[in-house]
């Protein structure tokens, strides 16, 4: 094995465990959502007023920067070349990730952040839909049955999943990774453009200081 093999074999396995555990900050940035009553709860015994305010800015500030690195990596992978070296479940985690950064926008300028508002449960069902996606994929696609497994228990549905379904499988899975680029980048793009225009319409928006 000469240096480009090991630099490939070790960027492909530090992208991997990224993409992985942007799945597991998906179901952490929802169990944070969820967790508006047990947030109030603990407030409750915090005695000076600066800590509940930095424990309320925190409780709010972690869901969205979880959310914003679930999307940065979603981004990051949903490119061709990036999804051919991986194991990801195609069209699961890109259509996910939409779901994600729609979810992020409605929080940062829609107003998602106060708890019981329309838009907070939106947000929140939206990433509550992404992580049913992302756990449908990396159940039933990116961690499917082995190949160990199969060669002892043939089964038709593991490896149907494994070879349609998976991004780097060949060719079943690179036609479906391109077909799932063509769909969600597009898609991805426009998720940004609305986040700059909301944006900017509130930096032009006047201030209670104003």
């Not at 089964?155 to 391109?178: C, M, V």
Request: hydrophobic residues 55%; neutral net charge; charged residues 15%.
């Amino acid at each position: 094995m000469n240096e480009h093999d090991l630099a490939k074999g070790l960027e492909v396995w530090v992208l991997q465990n990224v993409l992985d555990a942007s799945v597991l900050m998906g179901i952490v940035a929802s169990g944070l959502l969820l967790a508006q009553g047990y947030y109030r709860e603990l407030s409750r015994h915090l005695n000076l007023r600066v800590s509940r305010e930095l424990w309320n800015l925190l409780t709010v500030v972690l869901a969205d920067l979880l959310l914003a690195g679930v999307f940065l990596v979603g981004y990051m992978v949903l490119n061709p070349d990036i999804m051919a070296d991986l194991k990801m479940a195609v069209p699961f985690y890109p259509i996910a990730t939409l779901f994600f950064a729609a979810a992020l926008i409605l929080r940062l300028f829609k107003g998602g952040h106060e708890a019981g508002s329309p838009r907070f449960h939106w947000a929140l069902r939206l990433t509550l839909i992404a992580n049913a996606i992302n756990g449908l994929g990396f159940t039933f696609v990116a961690e499917a049955a082995s190949d160990e497994y199969l060669a002892h228990h043939a089964s038709p549905f593991w490896t149907y999943l494994k070879t349609h379904f998976r991004s780097n499988a060949d060719p079943a899975g690179l036609e479906i990774a391109q077909a799932t680029f063509y769909l969600c980048f597009p898609i991805l793009l426009l998720l940004s453009a609305w986040a700059v225009r909301c944006a900017l319409a509130r930096m032009k928006s006047p201030t209670p200081e104003d």
